[in-house]
């Protein structure tokens, strides 16, 4: 009897607990999420028909849009939502990385060489460029106390022979 009543209390308090739970919605899974300082909550999703990303609200409404410059015969690979929107759009940050595929010949080979060529645009809620690199190898975004910074991954080839490096820019317009 006794383990009767532990049971029973157990599975009250269980379904007391699940019973917080509800269902708002579908969303569609490529779409990434962003944290705002004050603690509000949006879904970052990128239209890649119209080449434009979408920022929605926790309730499906859309919050925000902006255009997204991407050259003929690449794809937007990669979008990170850098900063908080403060009094203007101006103040928003956007970083996407867009990538084709670069098609090369090589003597005696049947396949052709496919190297993945990716581009890094930052620009503004304006839709303002801050900055563009035409051929990277990735990036980074590292945060240490109130620094923030940008760690673009390049090389320089010549034939079999190249350089590596990374590109640090401040985040913080210092």
Not at 75 to 95: A, C, K, N, Q, R
Not at 138 to 160: C, M, P, R, W
Request: a negative charge; hydrophobic letters at 40%; charged letters at 20%.
């Amino acid at each position: 009897m006794k383990n009767s009543i532990i049971i029973l209390m157990l599975l009250m308090s269980a379904s007391i607990g699940y019973s917080q739970i509800s269902f708002e919605g579908r969303f569609d899974a490529s779409m990434k999420t962003y944290q705002f300082k004050d603690g509000s909550l949006k879904y970052l999703l990128v239209d890649h028909k119209e080449n434009l990303l979408h920022i929605y609200n926790t309730d499906n409404t859309i919050w925000y849009s902006i255009e997204l410059e991407v050259p003929k015969g690449h794809m937007i690979d990669d979008i990170e939502l850098l900063t908080d929107v403060g009094e203007s759009d101006s103040d928003m940050i956007v970083l996407y990385t867009c990538y084709y595929f670069d098609h090369q010949a090589i003597e005696d080979v049947e396949e052709p060489f496919v190297n993945l060529v990716l581009s890094l645009n930052v620009l503004n809620g304006n839709g303002t460029y801050l900055l563009q690199i035409p051929q990277i190898e990735d990036f980074q975004i590292v945060t240490s106390g109130a620094h923030n910074k940008l760690l673009v991954y390049t090389s320089e080839t010549d034939g079999f022979d190249g350089d590596q490096y990374i590109d640090v820019y401040s985040l913080n317009g210092k």
